[in-house]
């Protein structure tokens, strides 16, 4: 069977909580065989030297990072990350960059390879909203993105991002801004184990 790693990140900006360490922390707790799960700091290159050392570690065949992303209504599996840090927000550690290459000299952008399609298609079948998505932004979420796929690029790790929305419970803290349940967001991310372990 596959060895799977799972990440997500601690909570960022003004927010007390993130909904993909909260889904990473549910994996974690149900043992699923081969699976491996870790929480990563909101911190440009710090977050991509520990997810690197934890497929260093655990020699996964699949990477499957999570990030949290306001507004959308969906599941949303990435399709390419690019070659630029741009914050419009500082990071946890205070950097900002603006208008850096994440790789000197990299190209200008990697495409997941995982099965996006497919993952959406499972997703929705389990009546759960899903898309693809092409754009992971320029945030910390973008760096980690297109940094595992830097390194994944000659390996045979399958590798990618998937942003989820927020959960029900930070309602309060974003007033307005669409919401889906943790449980529904559990279930849409162990359902991407599952295609991705095929």
Same mark, same amino acid.
């Given at each position: 069977?596959?060895?799977?790693?799972?990440?997500?990140?601690?909570?960022?900006?003004?927010?007390?909580?993130?909904?993909?360490?909260?889904?990473?922390? =549910?994996?974690?707790?149900?043992?699923?065989?081969?699976?491996?799960?870790?929480?990563?700091?909101?911190?440009?290159?710090?977050?991509?030297?520990?997810?690197?050392?934890?497929?260093?570690?655990?020699?996964?065949?699949?990477?499957?990072?999570?990030?949290?992303?306001?507004?959308?209504?969906?599941?949303?599996?990435?399709?390419?990350?690019?070659?630029?840090?741009?914050?419009?927000?500082?990071?946890?550690?205070?950097?900002?960059?603006?208008?850096?290459?994440?790789?000197?000299?990299?190209?200008?952008?990697?495409?997941?390879?995982?099965?996006?399609?497919?993952?959406?298609?499972?997703?929705?079948?389990?009546?759960?909203?899903?898309?693809?998505?092409?754009?992971?932004?320029?945030?910390?979420?973008?760096?980690?993105?297109?940094?595992?796929?830097?390194?994944?690029?000659?390996?045979?790790?399958?590798?990618?991002?998937?942003?989820?929305?927020?959960?029900?419970?930070?309602?309060?803290?974003?007033?307005?801004?669409?919401?889906?349940?943790?449980?529904?967001?559990?279930?849409?991310?162990?359902?991407?184990?599952?295609?991705?372990? =095929?």
């Amino acid at each position: 069977m596959s060895r799977i790693l799972v990440t997500g990140f601690q909570p960022f900006h003004k927010a007390s909580s993130n909904p993909s360490q909260a889904i990473v922390e =549910r994996i974690k707790e149900e043992n699923i065989p081969d699976v491996f799960c870790e929480v990563l700091p909101v911190v440009f290159q710090e977050s991509a030297d520990l997810l690197i050392s934890k497929i260093e570690e655990f020699k996964p065949q699949v990477v499957i990072a999570l990030g949290q992303a306001e507004g959308r209504t969906q599941i949303t599996p990435e399709r390419v990350a690019i070659n630029i840090d741009d914050a419009r927000i500082a990071d946890n550690a205070g950097n900002m960059p603006i208008d850096k290459p994440i790789v000197t000299y990299g190209p200008s952008a990697y495409f997941s390879t995982l099965p996006v399609k497919e993952i959406v298609e499972e997703i929705k079948k389990a009546e759960i909203p899903a898309a693809v998505s092409l754009s992971a932004g320029t945030f910390v979420c973008n760096h980690i993105f297109y940094q595992v796929q830097h390194y994944c690029r000659d390996k045979g790790i399958k590798s990618g991002f998937i942003h989820v929305p927020l959960m029900e419970s930070q309602a309060p803290e974003f007033p307005g801004l669409p919401t889906m349940s943790l449980e529904n967001m559990v279930q849409g991310i162990k359902i991407a184990i599952e295609v991705s372990r =095929r």
